[in-house]
Nanobody, 127 residues
Framework: QVQLVESGGGLVQAGGSLTLSCAAS????????MGWFRQAPGKEREFVGA????????YYADFVKGRFTISRDNAKATVSLQMNSLKPEDTAVYYC????????????????????WGQGTQVTVSS
């Protein structure tokens, strides 16, 4: 399994921006589909977005489309989540996760399909 470490969380005002980073260990990073999830207090972990292995295909939850962008650098074994126009409801702990490719369409939206998780980083958006 790949080891993941997130960074970049913090406190930001509504309308502001943050970029989260996730660094992966191991030499097989490019073989994983990478996802971002978030979990707010009292709520279930929810899908934010995912990026396929080559980095040319991304998927996003409807609530972040047009505001968040996922990118990856396979040479550096990192994946990033650029978050713009942040809202108070974006407040949550954000997690990156790695999944081996699976045959089920849309599996990347399901947290249980991921094999490795980071420890999470807190994002707080003040109104």
């Amino acid at each position: 399994q790949v080891q993941l470490v997130e960074s970049g969380g913090g406190l930001v005002q509504a309308g502001g921006s943050l970029t989260l980073s996730c660094a992966a260990s191991g030499r097989t990073f490019s073989t994983y589909v990478m996802g971002w999830f978030r979990q707010a207090p009292g709520k279930e972990r929810e899908f934010v977005g995912a990026i396929m292995r080559s980095g040319d295909i991304t998927y996003y939850a409807d609530f972040v489309k047009g505001r968040f962008t996922i990118s990856r650098d396979n040479a550096k074994a990192t994946v990033s989540l650029q978050m713009n126009s942040l809202k108070p409801e974006d407040t949550a702990v954000y997690y990156c996760a790695a999944s081996i490719p699976r045959p089920t369409i849309g599996y990347w939206r399901s947290a249980i399909q991921y094999d490795s998780w980071g420890q999470g980083t807190q994002v707080t958006v003040s109104s």
